[in-house]
């Protein structure tokens, strides 16, 4: 038996953004449909009326999540997105609303209880200020810390860190020490030609000679017959470990990575012992 489902199965956007729009009214200060998803910028002081709007009479009933973004070079540097999702048309919405360090935005506590959380979220890790939020703390950092990680002014080694220490049994804080100064790095690919001279490459730019030494005659590198005569003539015949004479060279001194090889058992351990004849045998 087939459930027959009233939700489409892939929401289209088609008419979405105007019924919304002209709905919202005078909220409005911007609207827009990126990556198949409809976005509206509302007035911040606006902001509860409008997602009660969307809430009440166009199904947007889930407050799925808020996130927080940072433009340090607008006057109002941080944006606060609101994602809805009607779960009776199968449709998504992000809201926005613009705030800076110092200018707080309306909580949404008061139509989603989860708004709790999120908005605490936002808090730690942009700063940015929730008015009617009853409960807004750090939920992510540690206690006691200073800053805001996802602000991008936040340095990138930070002022503090943290370890555990056995002694005192608890995290202590310590200054920040680097064993070497952040190094600044040059990204520039020297394939795609520098614009300075790299390491090394002080004398590329040095004209090549016209005329490259060759030899053309033996007695330039000093081969010949005398020479392939020396080098045919033997030092030693025999072992290479024998002098001219023939006599057996004398084992280097032992050292520490080098010890003395201690003589297997059963094997000879001399040319007397190895030439010896066993008895009753022959010689």
Known sequence: ????????????????????????????????????????????????????????EHSYQQLMEIAGVDYPER????????????????????????ASENTPVPTVTTLWPNAGWLEREVFDLYGV??????DLRRILTDYGFEGHPFRKDFPLTGYTELRYSEDEKRVVYEPVELAQDLRQFDFMSPWEGAEYVLPGDEKADT?????????????????????NKKAAKTVSKGAPAK?????????????????????????ATDTKAATKPKKGGKS
Do not use: C
């Open 129 to 134: 200020l929730f008015d009617g939020n009853t």
């Open 243 to 267: 002098k001219a004479g023939g006599k057996a060279a004398k084992p280097p001194k032992p050292t520490e990575d080098q010890p003395a090889k201690k003589p297997r058992k059963g094997k």
């Open 207 to 227: 004209p090549p000679v016209d005329e490259p030494k060759t030899t053309e005659s033996t007695k330039d590198t000093g081969a010949g017959k005398a020479a």
């Open 1 to 56: 038996m087939a459930v027959l489902h009233s939700a489409p199965k892939f929401a289209a956007n088609d008419g979405v953004q105007d019924a919304l729009v002209s709905a919202l009214g005078d909220m409005v200060l911007s609207a827009g449909e990126a990556h198949g998803e409809i976005s509206i910028s509302v007035q911040r002081d606006r902001l509860e009326d409008a997602l009660r709007l969307l809430r009440d």
């Open 75 to 98: 006057a109002e540097r941080f944006e606060v997105v609101y994602m809805l999702l009607s779960l009776t048309n199968n449709h998504r919405v992000m809201v926005k609303v613009t």
